[in-house]
């Protein structure tokens, strides 16, 4: 088997398909200063059509909804997310969200050519032409992360592809996509971040191409979207003066502002990341992962406990929302939303934004010390790590143990006083939720999944940790 083959499925995938400040409604025109107007709204109640909270990009403009609605997570049609599944993506219910969000005041949608097994930008592209062009911004990536994809004609090709699929003449927000990953070139070699950079964007040209469809108006917004090494971060920066980025994607909520490196040792804390971008340089920023692959709507009892007591009419997840909102510098946060539910609940938390206090970001640094205090796997659920040579489902047997975490089901000793109820519960959730042959005893340690991954988990050593875990369990020996 060539590695080659496994860290280029993202490439190869994408290649088949190519052959923030502050205004409006809600917020403070001239200061960038937050209204305090408007509350949280119970689960029940009518969100409103008009409330939404926009953010004036200070290059354009253009007013922008602080919600994102970000597609990577589309439904399908046997209800399931077209990230993980090969089944028709559900195009009348993506037509329905995307009606019901811009309804609703959210205007800015994103995607990328590797989203959804390669589909999302298509069904991104006929759910959003039905309306007019001026009423939604278009956010789209240059996702060439296999060697295959390295060349300036591929790339330019996946960037001409996008326009074509999305059914637009320019775009809106153009992003270098995973910017500080590690890769794989032609003959197997592991690059590292910088290299990968340069591969992918300087040696080829491509970046120099994008700046000049920036310049021809094609381009609205060029920036980037990071993950993993901060060399690369700082570089980019470095070099503001000359490519002008315009905004850039970082990972931000509230556990990742002080506790990214605690949560995973080598990601950057949010807390850096947006001082370099807004303090010092008033680059606006776009928020992925706001509830940390949902586990920030998921909880352990007593972070769900200390929420519930201080806003009981409010969703676990809004506070993240709130949270994240209450940055001046955040111009959208994208939000993977699959179901109405989640669209909806999201709204509610913007339409319009109760801003949190002095004492509620206080407050909410203790939630965030006390998430830290148990040991989950750093999974987001991207899916990137997929899919396994042997057929293991990654993304499933972390987010199983996750699970097991939060509610409290993980024993940690026989003596444990709830020790038979966890037991039964993650050997038998475990066996419903992963198929025998795709459980993490199978994984041989060939680490073809680790370089893909932009948590910069070890892969195969915590599989090995969840399945000597299991073990134990079933041996009666822990």
């Given at each position: 088997?060539?590695p080659?083959?496994?860290?280029?499925?993202?490439?190869?995938?994408?290649?088949?398909?190519?052959?923030?400040?502050?205004?409006?409604?809600?917020?403070?025109?001239s200061?960038?200063?937050?209204?305090?107007?408007?509350g949280?709204?119970?689960?029940?109640?009518?969100?409103?059509?008009?409330?939404?909270?926009?953010?004036?990009?200070?290059?354009?403009?253009?007013?922008?909804?602080?919600?994102?609605?970000?597609?990577?997570?589309?439904?399908?049609?046997?209800?399931?997310?077209?990230?993980?599944?090969?089944?028709?993506?559900?195009?009348?219910?993506?037509?329905?969200?995307?009606?019901?969000?811009?309804?609703?005041?959210?205007?800015?949608?994103?995607?990328?050519?590797?989203?959804?097994?390669?589909?999302?930008?298509?069904?991104?592209?006929?759910?959003?032409?039905?309306?007019?062009?001026?009423?939604?911004?278009?956010?789209?990536?240059?996702?060439n992360?296999g060697?295959?994809?390295?060349?300036?004609?591929?790339?330019?090709?996946?960037?001409?592809?996008?326009?074509?699929?999305?059914?637009?003449?320019?775009?809106?927000?153009?992003?270098?996509?995973?910017?500080?990953?590690?890769?794989?070139?032609?003959?197997?070699?592991?690059?590292?971040?910088?290299?990968?950079?340069?591969?992918?964007?300087?040696?080829?040209?491509?970046?120099?191409?994008?700046m000049?469809?920036?310049?021809?108006?094609?381009?609205?917004?060029?920036?980037?979207?990071?993950?993993?090494?901060?060399?690369?971060?700082?570089y980019?920066?470095?070099?503001?003066?000359?490519?002008?980025?315009?905004?850039?994607?970082?990972?931000?909520?509230?556990?990742?502002?002080?506790?990214?490196?605690?949560?995973?040792?080598?990601?950057?804390?949010?807390?850096?990341?947006?001082?370099?971008?807004?303090?010092?340089?008033?680059?606006?920023?776009?928020?992925?992962?706001?509830?940390?692959?949902?586990?920030?709507?998921?909880?352990?009892?007593?972070?769900?406990?200390?929420?519930?007591?201080?806003?009981?009419?409010?969703?676990?997840?809004?506070?993240?929302?709130?949270?994240?909102?209450?940055h001046?510098?955040?111009?959208?946060?994208?939000?993977?939303?699959?179901?109405?539910?989640?669209?909806?609940?999201?709204?509610?938390?913007?339409?319009?934004?109760?801003?949190?206090?002095?004492?509620?970001?206080?407050?909410?640094?203790?939630?965030?010390?006390?998430?830290?205090?148990?040991?989950l796997?750093?999974?987001?659920?991207?899916?990137?790590?997929?899919p396994?040579?042997?057929g293991?489902?990654?993304?499933?047997?972390?987010?199983?143990?996750n699970r097991?975490?939060?509610?409290?089901?993980?024993?940690?000793?026989?003596?444990?006083?709830?020790?038979?109820?966890?037991?039964?519960?993650?050997?038998?959730?475990?066996d419903?939720?992963?198929?025998?042959?795709?459980?993490?005893?199978?994984?041989?340690?060939?680490?073809?999944?680790?370089?893909?991954?932009?948590?910069?988990?070890?892969?195969?050593?915590?599989?090995?940790?969840?399945?000597?875990?299991?073990?134990?369990?079933?041996?009666?020996t822990?």
């Amino acid at each position: 088997m060539q590695p080659i083959n496994r860290r280029d499925f993202l490439g190869i995938a994408a290649a088949a398909t190519a052959a923030t400040a502050l205004t409006t409604v809600g917020c403070n025109n001239s200061d960038n200063t937050i209204s305090t107007r408007g509350g949280s709204a119970s689960a029940s109640s009518e969100i409103p059509t008009d409330k939404m909270t926009m953010r004036r990009n200070p290059k354009t403009g253009d007013q922008v909804s602080v919600l994102g609605y970000g597609m990577m997570r589309l439904p399908t049609t046997s209800k399931t997310s077209a990230r993980e599944s090969d089944d028709e993506i559900d195009q009348e219910t993506v037509n329905e969200l995307c009606d019901y969000a811009i309804a609703h005041g959210l205007n800015l949608f994103d995607t990328s050519p590797a989203y959804c097994k390669g589909r999302s930008e298509h069904a991104m592209g006929i759910a959003l032409s039905r309306h007019k062009r001026s009423e939604y911004f278009v956010s789209t990536k240059l996702s060439n992360f296999g060697s295959q994809t390295w060349s300036r004609e591929a790339s330019i090709a996946m960037y001409r592809n996008s326009m074509k699929e999305l059914q637009v003449d320019y775009i809106d927000y153009l992003l270098l996509h995973g910017i500080g990953m590690t890769a794989w070139d032609g003959n197997g070699k592991e690059l590292t971040g910088m290299e990968s950079f340069e591969n992918r964007y300087i040696n080829n040209g491509v970046l120099d191409f994008l700046m000049a469809e920036r310049e021809a108006g094609r381009i609205k917004n060029l920036g980037f979207s990071y993950h993993g090494d901060i060399k690369v971060f700082d570089y980019l920066l470095s070099q503001h003066d000359k490519h002008h980025w315009d905004f850039a994607l970082i990972q931000m909520n509230y556990v990742d502002w002080k506790w990214a490196n605690q949560v995973n040792p080598r990601n950057t804390n949010a807390e850096y990341l947006y001082a370099e971008l807004w303090e010092k340089r008033q680059i606006p920023v776009f928020v992925m992962e706001p509830l940390l692959g949902g586990r920030l709507a998921r909880l352990p009892q007593h972070p769900t406990e200390m929420l519930k007591a201080k806003r009981p009419e409010s969703s676990i997840a809004s506070w993240s929302f709130r949270w994240i909102a209450s940055h001046p510098g955040v111009l959208s946060i994208l939000s993977g939303m699959t179901y109405m539910e989640h669209l909806q609940d999201n709204l509610r938390s913007l339409c319009p934004l109760d801003p949190l206090t002095d004492d509620d970001f206080t407050f909410m640094q203790h939630v965030a010390d006390e998430f830290v205090k148990f040991p989950l796997v750093p999974c987001t659920g991207c899916q990137y790590c997929m899919p396994c040579p042997y057929g293991i489902d990654i993304p499933t047997a972390f987010s199983h143990y996750n699970r097991c975490v939060n509610e409290g089901n993980i024993a940690v000793s026989r003596m444990d006083a709830n020790f038979f109820e966890a037991r039964q519960r993650f050997l038998i959730g475990y066996d419903r939720l992963v198929e025998r042959k795709r459980q993490a005893a199978h994984c041989i340690g060939c680490g073809q999944c680790k370089p893909h991954c932009p948590q910069n988990i070890d892969i195969p050593a915590r599989l090995n940790d969840i399945n000597d875990y299991m073990e134990k369990l079933k041996q009666w020996t822990l």
